[in-house]
């Protein structure tokens, strides 16, 4: 009886740290020295493909402080001196607000419609990201390779989505046709 009571808080313990955990992860990959063209300059905008997908269903378990938290250790990383630290912490939470206030749109639909929202949002945040790092750093900043790193984001997406869904805790697609929409916020299958 005690061993259940351990696997239970370890289970509970494990689908709250997850997402933390996923978002570390892709915050550190993207200083893989990769080198595979296009794709090791796509990389700072792989969390924000994690962000977008775990706040679909369990918006919760990426509390704000935690966002800001990635976000700053992401600029962190990635910036040089007289890089904008913050930029990426802003963008995060204002993914998450977005896809929190349109949820019944994203949960639930066909996975075109999540691609279209995540195109939509990511493209959002690359131009946020670049306008605020252009104004912090009073330069001309070259558009291309932000347009670059968007569109490897957007042809990534279809191959990472599907593995991410299925690491989230609650998934519309993990749950059977009947009891579909039947949980209630932050409630999660066994």
Same mark, same amino acid.
């Given at each position: ?11 509970? =313990?494990? +689908?709250?740290?997850? @997402?933390?955990?996923?978002?570390? $992860? ?10 595979? @063209?296009?794709?090791?300059?796509? &990389?700072?905008? =792989?969390?924000? &493909? ?12 990426? @509390?704000?402080?935690?966002? &800001?938290?990635? %976000?700053? &250790?992401?600029?962190? =990383? ?13 963008? $995060? ?9 349109? +949820?019944?749109?994203?949960? %639930?639909?066909?996975?075109? $419609?999540?691609?279209?929202? $995540?195109?939509? =949002? ?45 690491? +989230? ?10 009891? +579909? ?10």
């Amino acid at each position: 009886m005690r061993s259940d009571g351990l696997l239970a808080a370890l289970d509970r =313990l494990g +689908r709250y740290a997850l @997402p933390g955990s996923v978002l570390l $992860f892709f915050v550190v990959l993207t200083l893989a020295p990769l080198r595979v @063209p296009y794709l090791s300059e796509t &990389l700072p905008l =792989l969390p924000v &493909l994690v962000v977008f997908q775990f706040s679909l269903v369990t918006p919760e378990r990426l @509390p704000g402080p935690l966002l &800001l938290a990635m %976000g700053i &250790l992401l600029d962190l =990383l990635l910036g040089g001196p007289g890089a904008p630290v913050g930029v990426s912490a802003l963008g $995060f939470v204002m993914i998450r607000a977005a896809v929190m206030a349109n +949820r019944r749109y994203l949960v %639930g639909v066909p996975f075109l $419609f999540q691609w279209i929202g $995540f195109c939509l =949002l990511s493209g959002a945040y690359v131009l946020i990201v670049w306008m605020l790092t252009a104004l912090w750093t009073w330069t001309a900043l070259e558009p291309g390779p932000a347009m670059i790193q968007y569109a490897v984001l957007i042809v990534i997406y279809p191959l990472l989505a599907p593995l991410l869904a299925r690491v +989230r805790a609650r998934d519309p697609l993990n749950v059977p046709e009947l009891s +579909r929409g039947t949980a209630r916020p932050g409630e999660t299958t066994s």
